[in-house]
């Protein structure tokens, strides 16, 4: 930029021109950029915890997201209206999230890995392992969900698949899951009831 800025003089042109278009092109990067997290910052399911059944489960969670692998131990409880989700890679604790149906809380942990908010990894949890009746309820209005034979779909308002949830076996607390959205994230959830 600086020798745009020497060029510009040379030229007798007014460099604040320069710097005013960069700073728009800027500004105008910014907003792609929020407008791209906003993709993937969903707005949080209104889901009551307690439709999950009791359930204590650890799960092997692989998430991958714009071309990056991420792979972490979890352990997920569902119990007394509350959904409580501890990640841990490495015996490090990431993260700590408590759901309570309205809103997500976050505990101890060095956190997320970049770029995946607590809301998506709710939102994930809540759509592979809810019973239909109670996803749909929580759905945004205009949204849609159903299973066939082992897989389960989350329609958008404009009747795109959003969501499409492979089950290998009956009950989603046991065995391997995989989640695929949009705009390339996945996650596969390997899960053990205790």
Known sequence: MPWQIGQALAQGVEPRRPLAAARAIAAACGAVLIAACA???????????????EHLAQQRLIITRNGET???????????????IIGN?????????????TQVSEGPGVGLPAGLPPALIVNDLLAVHAPLPALRAALPEGWWADDTSGVR?????????ALTITYQGDD???????LVAAR???IVIESTEE
């Open 184 to 186: 390339g994230y996945r």
């Open 172 to 178: 989603p607390w046991q065995g391997r899951s995989e």
């Open 70 to 84: 991420h792979a972490l131990d979890a352990v997920v409880q569902s119990e007394s209206g509350r959904l409580r």
């Open 39 to 53: 993709v993937f910052s969903p707005p949080l399911w209104q889901l009551p915890p307690s439709a999950l059944g």
């Open 89 to 101: 890679a490495l015996a490090v604790r990431l993260f700590t999230l408590d759901y309570d149906g």
């Open 153 to 161: 779909t989350v329609r958008d308002a404009r009747g795109a698949a």
